[in-house]
């Protein structure tokens, strides 16, 4: 069985979160989070705290040939982060609008030292599983390169791995431990509303 780690914000997301409210600009804000291929916006005045739940975004899969022996009621109850393509036909309600906005923040801080935030816009009326899990893959595959790049400490190669075969931390931009990108597993995504309207995600994510 997987174990499941709720990327509830942390006291040093929630730090980071109040300290993007009271004392940094909107540049500022932008150079938490700079990855190259992906553009990062928020203004000050659309966060104050994430506020309460909204809703939750469940990723349930139908189930198929082999799979079946392990998940006897037909549904695998998340989504690789990794590599999400082979299962996003087959998510239950994959391209029903489970969000309606325009934009919404994204917080990333598992399994990250450092966490990450970011805009993600929506491609239409709002945000189905499909564009959500495809984008959440997409930054994920960013921060783990990223990682790579920026970090003095390399991650071990599996095959040189000894006793635990979980990641070594590195200590790159993110200070990413414990897992591998192959070992995470999204299961559903908590959405908060903010007083100002304005919508964070965050992630349930299995490994």
Known sequence: MKTLFA???SIVS???LSCIQKQNTESDIVKIDSLKKTEVSIHEN????????FSTIEFNVK???EELKNFEDGIIPWIS???PKPYISRIIDADKIVLKASSVTLIIDYPLTTPAVFVIKS???????????TEISKLYHEIYKEEERTAKTKTVPL?????????????GKYGVWGHDISDLDLSSIEVHKNSNGHFTLVLNVES
């Not at 659309?46 to 739940?53: A, L």
């Not at 491609?123 to 899990?133: A, E, P, T």
């Open 7 to 9: 990327a509830k914000l």
């Open 14 to 16: 929630f730090l980071i």
């Open 81 to 83: 982060i990794d590599n």
């Open 46 to 53: 659309e966060i104050d705290t994430i506020g309460p739940t």
């Open 63 to 65: 189930a198929t040939g």
């Open 159 to 171: 095959d040189k791995r000894e006793g635990l075969v979980n990641r070594n931390k590195t200590d």
């Open 123 to 133: 491609s239409g009326q709002g945000f189905s599983r499909r564009q959500l899990i």
